[in-house]
């Protein structure tokens, strides 16, 4: 998995590094409850802009000098020469017919077949291409589709690898819920897989936790409330 | 990102229950099979089966739990409250058999959290009635799931019907 090393890695924030270690302890040792103006939720849509950030070679063709944004710079735009910059950026320029969007290099029919029977002979997570693979081959196949070869087999093929793991990822809630374990880790899971799971699971935990404590008595007997 | 200006007080699960939540208040009117352990002199318009003035000793009636709630008291015997018949020794094997096949939503839509108001009131079954609570809710928790997230691709509504509140809330598949 390559990271990138312009200038755009510094703004990753702490939280998209728990992406790559999913630990679910039991919610019996927090405080849980979940206030009303409290959501669990995270929206794909948030996913995707998160993803937006992630690099992708471009080949423009106007010329423009280096432009100095508070998240970095982004380098002289040379006709015919390629250059490092945000997926926002690509697309935008995309639409507007001015540059040609270079496929990465993991978006490629033989890798991602590769990648998928791996993932199939594996009963733990494999290492992703991308961690925003999902987001970033839907947006480069939806705007770019003409800058890369064989669009069609490349969408059934990452369609594929999440169908494995999201369901490797059922399986594994289940049998922790079922046997009500304390504590699970779970490596290479991206931020749209955890997404998916996270409201109903978390609300399930709450509530398992509820009905659990039911078994203790005097723990949890409280007072008749005075109506 | 919500935006809503409303936010609904959830339900609370377990002993307490959430004085502004709509589900508990819903939950409150559920009616518990009663036994009145001393006499309620010149109440008899409370009961309707009989025309007594009072209400003797030893009637049987089905009180709604906020007022069985309010009338409970170990020490001073007003009111003994028998388990309604979801949550006897009977249903209960039922559920601990196999808790897919139940209709939750038909055995009184709040099967959870009513069970834990149950065991407000000193019942010798209560550890078996919590017990069973619990792995009612981890048996039917692969199912619900996979309804939540669209797996089987086809059309959930039959599934959806036997729900718990508890569960639908979970969900989102109000």
């Not at chain 1, 409201?199 to 399930?204: E, G, I, K, N």
């Not at chain 2, 009989?50 to 007003?78: C, F, H, N, S």
């Not at chain 2, 009635?129 to 039959?158: K, P």
């Amino acid at each position: 998995m390559t990271t990138s090393s312009g200038p755009w890695s510094d703004c990753m924030p702490a939280s998209l590094a728990a992406r790559e270690i999913l630990c679910v302890v039991n919610v019996r040792e927090k405080s849980h409850q979940t206030r009303p103006n409290q959501t669990n939720k995270m929206d794909p849509s948030e996913v995707e802009f998160l993803a937006e950030k992630e690099t992708v070679k471009i080949i423009p063709n106007f010329s423009l000098d280096k432009i100095f944004l508070i998240g970095g710079d982004l380098g002289p735009f040379n006709p015919g020469l390629p250059v490092d910059v945000p997926v926002w950026l690509a697309l935008n320029l995309k639409q507007r017919q001015k540059c040609r969007i270079v496929p990465p290099e993991w978006m490629e029919v033989e890798k991602l077949e590769d990648i998928r029977e791996q993932e199939r002979k594996e009963k733990t997570f494999t290492p992703v291409p991308s961690p925003y693979y999902m987001e970033l081959t839907k947006l480069l196949l939806n705007h770019a589709s003409d800058n890369i070869p064989k669009a069609d087999e490349i969408r059934t093929l990452v369609k594929d690898i999440w169908d494995t793991r999201i369901a490797k990822l059922r399986l594994s809630t289940d049998s922790f819920i079922s046997q009500q374990e304390a504590h699970a880790k779970l490596d290479n899971l991206t931020l749209m897989e955890i997404n998916t799971i996270r409201a109903f699971f978390l609300d399930s935990l709450n509530c398992m936790y509820k009905l659990r404590s039911n078994l203790q008595p005097g723990s949890s007997q409280g007072q008749f409330m005075d109506y | 990102m919500n935006m809503q200006s409303y936010f609904p007080v959830p339900p609370g699960v377990g002993m307490e229950e959430n004085f502004l939540s709509l589900d508990d208040i819903l939950l409150s009117h559920e009616r518990l099979p009663v036994r009145s352990d001393c006499a309620f002199p010149r109440l008899g318009f409370l009961e309707k089966s009989a025309d007594t003035q009072d209400i003797a000793e030893g009637t049987k009636m089905e009180l709604p739990l906020w007022l069985t709630k309010g009338l409970y008291e170990k020490k001073r015997k007003v009111v003994s409250v028998e388990l309604p018949k979801v949550y006897r020794e009977g249903w209960r094997t039922v559920f601990n058999a196999d808790p897919n096949v139940v209709d939750l939503h038909k055995m009184g839509p709040y099967y959870y959290s009513l069970g834990s108001q149950l065991l407000h009131f000193d019942s010798p079954e209560n550890p078996d009635i919590a017990q069973t609570l619990l792995q009612t809710f981890i048996g039917r928790f692969r199912r619900t799931m996979d309804s939540s997230q669209n797996a089987y691709n086809e059309d959930t509504s039959a599934v959806v019907e036997r729900l718990d509140s508890l569960e639908k809330g979970a969900s989102c598949l109000m």
